[in-house]
């Protein structure tokens, strides 16, 4: 049963933006916070930003400034605008849904984005 499907990645050069979709199929789609995970090649899978169910949002150090994370409940998305994109930003992108203080054990597909020249 698919919940969460990214989409919105591609090649991009250092400096450009991408917008990042995250569209659930859920229920009651409002009540629950959403974070945006990526994975570098060969690295961990890390939080990068969360938009709670209040609607306040978090952003890990490295992005913040640059990223701006939003949703639109009526639409069941959630979005992340990535601008000034480094290289160190390459990564497989997945969000991920939260329900009160638990973590879903779930993952969509991801998607990818490379910076790159």
């Known amino acids: 049963q698919v919940q969460l499907v990214e989409s919105g990645g591609g090649l991009v050069q250092p400096g450009g933006s991408l917008r990042l979709s995250c569209t659930a199929s859920?229920?009651?789609?409002?009540?629950?916070?959403i974070g945006w995970y990526r994975q570098p090649p060969g690295k961990e899978r890390e939080l990068v930003a969360v938009?709670?169910?209040?609607?306040?949002?978090n952003y890990e150090d490295l992005v913040k400034g640059r990223f701006t994370i939003s949703r639109d409940n009526a639409k069941k998305t959630v979005y992340l605008q990535m601008n000034n994109l480094e290289p160190e930003d390459t990564a497989v992108y997945y969000c991920?849904?939260?329900?009160?203080?638990?973590?879903?054990?779930?993952w969509g597909q991801g998607t990818l984005v490379t910076v790159s020249s």
């Open positions: 991920r849904k939260r329900y009160g203080s638990v973590w879903s054990d779930s």
């Open positions: 938009i709670w169910s209040d609607g306040r949002r």
């Open positions: 859920l229920i009651n789609f409002s009540v629950y916070s």
